[in-house]
């Protein structure tokens, strides 16, 4: 089993950064891609960005261009910088994991370990 905690949510103003991180437990040797997703009030979950072993990334939706994702691998650490953050980028923002192989797409039908989600609120 592997466990996911997510850290470093909070308020935030119009055009400013966060960055999320977040923590894996248990069998993560067996963790092929890891990624973050978010979700605001009354909006489907959506893929954000996605990354291998191998450190490849993908992005995907409006984050695209200002959020980065990274690893610590000697933390075993997964982060996200969100920079000149928009308040339509408030939402609950959550780190997940798979052990599937293929080319780590923020694809969340593939990934089926969950972090608890950190919210991220944008003010104007």
């Known amino acids: 089993q592997v466990r996911l905690v997510e850290s470093g949510g909070g308020s935030v103003q119009a055009g400013g950064s966060r960055r999320l991180s977040c923590g894996a437990l248990g069998y993560t040797d067996r963790i092929t891609c890891m990624g973050w997703f978010r979700q605001a009030p009354g909006k489907e979950r959506e893929g954000v960005a996605g990354?291998?072993?191998?450190?490849?990334?993908n992005y995907a939706g409006s984050g695209r261009g200002r959020f980065t994702i990274s690893k610590d691998n000697a933390k075993g650490t997964l982060y996200l910088q969100m920079n000149a953050l928009k308040p339509e980028d408030t939402a609950m923002y959550y780190c997940?994991?798979?052990?599937?192989?293929?080319?780590?797409?923020?694809?969340?039908?593939?990934?089926?370990?969950w972090g608890q989600g950190t919210q991220v609120t944008v003010s104007s």
């Open positions: 997940a994991a798979h052990a599937r192989g293929g080319d780590c797409q923020p694809d969340a039908r593939r990934y089926n370990y």
């Open positions: 990354r291998d072993s191998d450190g490849n990334t």
